[in-house]
């Protein structure tokens, strides 16, 4: 079964503007996880939060992580067009390296 | 310098042909992946080696057989190809800190 979905489905916004998107899960994870995939190509991680964080940061990047509610979000800010990609939110669970993807969120950035 | 590599890029083949994908890591890293991405974009971990040793099989024709000839390589080789099999095969490897590093995608057309 799945264990993510991310939401919106597919999001576009202006550059400059800052996109927002979501991971819900439905078990107990250890690590949750934020990959890129541009298209044609394979993904790209972009940082890591574990169960016990709540915040993270990483450049234009910020995780946030609810495990009361099991969700995530990823906040890219100030987005460029090569932003434009597709996003994932992965999660494994306690002693297994086994990572299980959402469904991605297409994102598009227009210039 | 590629961290994951794969081969061959695209593979076009007829029905009830056998093929072989190819993967190699130059990242030292002791755990591989093959993954299969559906054409809506949905990633799905198929096998995962340990140094030269299966660790997860999930379900998946026994049509499928990786193999993994030392700890830097794992090749997928596919009998009897279906239509059903038409999709992107990603290569990824982990050195046990949970980030995957993912090869370029191999797309596989069964006409």
């Known amino acids: 079964s799945q264990q993510g979905e991310e939401d919106p489905q597919a999001l576009s916004i202006q550059e400059g503007e800052n996109a927002t998107m979501n991971c819900s899960y439905k078990t107990s994870i250890n690590n949750l996880q934020w990959y890129r995939q541009n298209s044609g190509r394979g993904l790209v991680h972009l940082i890591l939060?574990?169960?016990?964080?709540r915040e993270k940061h990483s450049g234009r990047l910020r995780v946030t992580l609810d495990t009361s509610k099991k969700s995530s979000s990823l906040l890219i800010t100030a987005s460029r067009a090569a932003d434009t990609a597709s996003y994932f939110c992965a999660t494994d669970t306690f002693g297994n390296e086994k990572l299980t993807f959402g469904t991605g969120t297409r994102l598009t950035i227009i210039p | 310098d590629t961290a994951v590599s794969q081969t061959p890029k695209y593979l076009v083949t007829q029905m009830g042909n056998d093929k072989s994908i190819k993967c190699e890591q130059n990242l030292g890293h002791d755990t591989m992946y093959w993954y299969k991405q559906d054409s809506k974009k949905f990633l799905k971990i198929m096998f995962s080696?340990?140094?030269?040793?299966?660790?997860i099989n999930e379900t998946v024709p026994n049509r499928f057989s990786p193999k993994s000839p030392d700890k830097a390589h794992l090749n997928l080789h596919i009998n009897s190809l279906e239509l059903g099999d038409s999709a992107v095969y990603f290569c990824a490897s982990s050195g046990g800190r949970y980030t995957q590093y993912f090869g370029p995608g191999t797309r596989l057309t069964v006409l």
């Open positions: 080696y340990n140094n030269k040793e299966l660790i």
């Open positions: 939060i574990r169960s016990n964080e």
